[in-house]
């Protein structure tokens, strides 16, 4: 029998103390200490031992010794997962997909294990029963790979599972809700994700086969059990999305195995999750005339470029207090902007309530999106339609001066792919231009007057 020990832990970095104390010295946050036992043998391999020289296995090499040989990936067939994963599963890797509850996360392994040809898969939940799964299952399409399920929620048993069926990969389903015999503290804690996470990580390198964990996000967007977790893995995904929307959006965080600038798209159907190949086509609307309060962004998400439609209205305050609200868009920032045309341009738009809505329930973190934001703000309030062939990209500071943005050739470039004729840019951006005869008419500006002026005569 080993000894039982027990110590305080924060529940929000993993710090340790013996004592409860009310706000965690190493990442400040109050009330986090919660009481965990951990029960197990005295760790006598953390000790260094006396006659250590003997006991080492591996020996150090000179690293111009070392022999590069490139990680074996496993085809996911699934072309955008393959991507965000830097080029497809790497062998005897750990990846952890976080994201909220309901957002597909559970849909999305499914579907990528269902479709693995030839392969044979183990999917462990301990969330739901073999009979969800398969419900799940006859939803998104006939199994083409040889995919074993399993409800358990105790990982000595997964071991057993996966030593009883030898699959290729593991996917555990999710982090929170497996717990090991050694510690005594309920599962989801963190002592108990960071053993299990530990143990999956060892398994995965010993043995080569990849093991995938799902992990759930908490009220603050980050995955329970958080920082703890993410140094431990090799490879963060973020699922993220609305709920009430279509489309999700799959991005590493990070990735030992490839860049984190990485991002596919998925739309939530019926059957699924499809991948969405070309993003530009479903975020622009297919109104056949213009409408007033819509401008068209080129926006870079990740590595890609696509273009995004952002819609305002603008209408006269019916109370006192107007009101500010945007989806997709940070507030703040919109209200920053706004202070901008009243100040630089002379708009009054004290008065008025905004809404903005980036279509399809994006979250656009590119700033060149700024510029479109005052521009849909700016049509709807005077009521006159922008071209729909028109489209634009640029910061906006405080002084109402355009800024340059990052990656300009790929913006005009997929402008110009989907047949638009117009594309504003920053004046800086379009003296580094290389490529200047192009189909598409490049308007410079330097200041959102000059935007404004050529948007609205
Ligand atoms: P799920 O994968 O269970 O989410 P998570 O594991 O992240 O909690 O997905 C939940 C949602 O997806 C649920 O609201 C139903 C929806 N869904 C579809 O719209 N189509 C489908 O084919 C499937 C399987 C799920
Ligand atoms: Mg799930």
Known sequence: ??????????????????????????????????????????????????????????????????????????????????????????????????????????????????????????????????????????????????????????????????????????????????????????????????????????????????????????????????????????????????????????RANKNRFGSTDELAIFEMNNYGLREVVNPSELLLSHAQEALSGIAVSAAIEGVRPFLIEVQALVSTAAYGTPQRSSTGFDTRRLNMLLAVIEKRAGFKLAQKDVFINIAGGLKVNDPCIDLSILAAVLSSNLDIAIEKSTCMAGEVGLSGEIRPISRIEQRIKEAEKLGFNKIIIPEYNFKQLTRKETTIEIVNVKRIEDAFRNLFG
């Open 1 to 250: 029998m080993g000894k039982t020990k027990s110590v305080f832990i924060c529940q929000k970095c993993g710090a340790e103390s013996a004592k409860w104390i009310g706000r965690c010295p190493s990442c400040g946050e109050w009330n986090s200490y919660t009481e965990e036992i951990i029960h197990k043998e005295q760790n006598s391999t953390t000790k260094i031992p006396h006659n250590y020289s003997e006991q080492t296995k591996q020996k150090p090499v000179l690293i111009e010794q070392v022999v590069a040989t490139d990680e074996k990936r496993i085809d996911t067939s699934s072309s955008e997962f393959n991507r965000v994963l830097g080029g497809g599963l790497v062998k005897g890797s750990l990846v952890l997909i976080g994201g909220e509850p309901g957002i597909g996360k559970s849909t999305l392994v499914l579907q990528v294990a269902l479709r693995m040809k030839g392969k044979r898969i183990l999917y462990a939940s301990g969330e739901e029963s073999t009979n969800q799964i398969k419900m799940r299952s006859d939803r998104i399409q006939q199994p083409e790979s040889e995919c074993y399920v399993v409800s358990e929620t105790s990982l000595e048993q997964i071991f057993v599972h996966i030593k009883n069926t030898q699959p290729d990969i593991v996917i555990v389903d999710s982090i929170q809700t497996i717990s090991t015999e050694t510690i005594d503290s309920s599962p989801g804690s963190i002592t108990q994700v960071r053993e299990c996470a530990i143990a999956l990580l060892r398994f995965a390198k010993e043995t080569g086969i990849p093991v995938i964990l799902i992990g759930h996000i908490n009220k603050d967007g980050n995955i329970a059990g958080p920082k703890v977790l993410e140094h431990i893995v090799d490879t963060v995904l973020q699922f993220e999305g609305d709920r009430h929307y279509m489309y999700r959006i799959l």
